[in-house]
């Protein structure tokens, strides 16, 4: 078909945008000129790939099924000038992060810091997703590399686990399980539970400790986001079970966190990226930050652990 890339980043505009005008603008193009980029792609592909009205404009499943393929070779161009405007020097560039909200304030406040102070000038952009979205934006390579909490192997990915995650009771300051130095799974399942919904990689986490261990719990309310939780659970409407890294937020919102007991009841932590990829030196050097960082966090955890040993 010999499609060239600007008609492939045309494409892929059109079709999000749903919109000649809008990705016109998006382009920095004519309306006309898109339009007609438009039409020698339908050429080239011998087929129509968007349906015109007076009202509307809408794809047609010849564009459903070339939009995967457009998002993953721009994908990859797109990693591959990250990667090579950043073999120069580190004193420009850009670098993209994908990880769910809590993990960027839980994990990843610290390497950015880090790294923000050593090279100003490298852009970071910080995507804040769903583990699905993560997932998608590390293949279509929106992103240099994610976090996310995920365990099965994938075809288009390199997975690389990090740690496990202690988990965390939280409850209300002057919830009765605050006043407990130690919690059990037991005590928590006892207490009405404020739940992620079930498309979170969290609740899969909670659910799966909660049938090994044989517990029937009570999720009176879900929310779809972990800020939600945290606000139901401040207003004394029940407990939550959250990974570790939510602990230094949800302290200053005035909860009260209590580390569960850790055998068989952890959250994956791993370091997502394309199957393919060569990460830039703004990426590798991130990687490192956040590994180091996270090696700490694993250390002390693990002397956590030893001084609450039995005997």
Known sequence: MNLTLRELRVFRAVYELRSFSTASGAMHMTQSAVSKVC???????????????????????????LYGYACEILGTMDAAERSLRSLLDLDVGELRIAASPMMMHGLLTGPVRTFHGRHPGVRIGLHELSTDETVAHVISGQVDFGLASIRQPHPKLSIEPLYEERMQL????????ASQAEVSWEQAAAHPHISLHRSFSVRSTVDGIHALKGLEVASVIEAGSVLSVLALVQAGLGVAVLPGYIEAFATDLGLACRALPAADCSHPIALIQRWNARPSMAADLMISLLKAS?????????AIDFINEPG
């Open 294 to 302: 996270l090696a700490g966090r694993r250390a002390a955890l693990a």
């Open 39 to 65: 039409q020698e792609m339908e050429a080239k592909v011998g087929g129509v790939l968007f349906e015109r009205s007076s009202r509307k404009m809408a794809p047609t499943s010849l564009a459903d099924h």
């Open 170 to 177: 939280v409850c209300a300051g002057d919830h009765v399980l």
